[in-house]
């Protein structure tokens, strides 16, 4: 069939894609997200592609509508810092890690994620899990369910006020949250610095205070996180405890 003369061919319009950023410290990983999402969902657009969480952040293209990250980065940065940080600025989270336990679920939807994935899962399933976030923070009234031929959502938790069925496990509603100690501001001034790299004199300097004071504040952290069976005696445990209960800055 001849096309008419002199008619152009306009394109048809299109619903603007759903910008993703993607966060991973591991480049091989990063790259292959990004490439399964450009060959395989032509609705997204990966608009922030970052090694970093301070490329993230500062990327001219942040906040996207959702942000697919690591549960674990080499920088000192909690993953309970960096999901609150993209919900304060109106992006959705999904978080994917090769970490599968009952523990990281938790923390990662406690902290406000929409879904936990298993870097086991397919690609598929990815952005299967992707897409329906999306739906539902928009509002679009997609059902909660598994896509066709699959059965359940497998080893995919989602936050329980997004409302999808066949969920790994309800981690918001059954796992209690970790017991964090009350910590006073003096306290919490000295660990963080303590944690993120300076010594117990720097620290002093930093706050005005003796090498003494500092030596006291630390020793009633670990001394709290102890009474809650959280052993912070070494400084590797001290870090983690910190970053566990998001008080990382």
């Known amino acids: 069939m001849r096309a008419e003369s002199g008619r152009r061919t306009e394109p048809v319009p299109s619903e603007p894609r759903a910008t993703v950023a993607v966060l991973d410290d591991h480049a091989v990983v990063l790259d ?9 969902a032509p609705d997204l657009e990966v608009a922030v592609r970052a090694t970093t969480w301070l490329e993230l952040v500062r ?51 406690d902290a406000g994620a929409a879904a936990f994935v298993p870097k086991s899962v397919p690609g598929t399933r990815v952005l299967d899990v992707v897409r329906l976030v999306l739906s539902r923070v928009r509002g679009d009234g997609a059902a909660g369910r598994a896509p066709d031929g699959a059965v359940g959502w497998g080893a995919v938790a989602f936050a329980p ?23 006073s501001g003096s306290e919490l001034t000295a660990v963080r610095l ?27 952290v670990r001394e709290k996180y102890a009474r809650l069976d959280r052993p912070a ?3 590797s445990d001290l870090t983690r405890r910190v970053a566990e209960d998001g008080l990382l800055e």
């Open 32 to 40: 292959g997200i990004i490439s399964w999402v450009e060959r395989h």
């Open 233 to 235: 005696s070494r400084k």
């Open 59 to 109: 990327s001219p293209r942040f906040p996207v509508d959702l942000v697919v990250m690591d549960f674990q980065l080499a920088e000192p940065v909690s993953i309970e810092s960096r999901v609150r940080t993209c919900r304060a600025a109106g992006a959705a989270v999904v978080v994917v890690s090769a970490l599968d336990s009952r523990e990281a679920r938790s923390r990662a939807l």
């Open 161 to 183: 006020w997004l409302g999808v069925a066949d969920s790994a496990d309800e981690v918001g509603s059954e796992t209690p949250r970790i017991p964090a100690p009350a910590l």
């Open 194 to 220: 303590y944690v993120a790299g300076r010594t117990t004199t720097e620290v002093a300097d930093a706050m005005g205070v003796s090498y003494e004071t500092v030596k006291t504040y630390l020793r009633r």
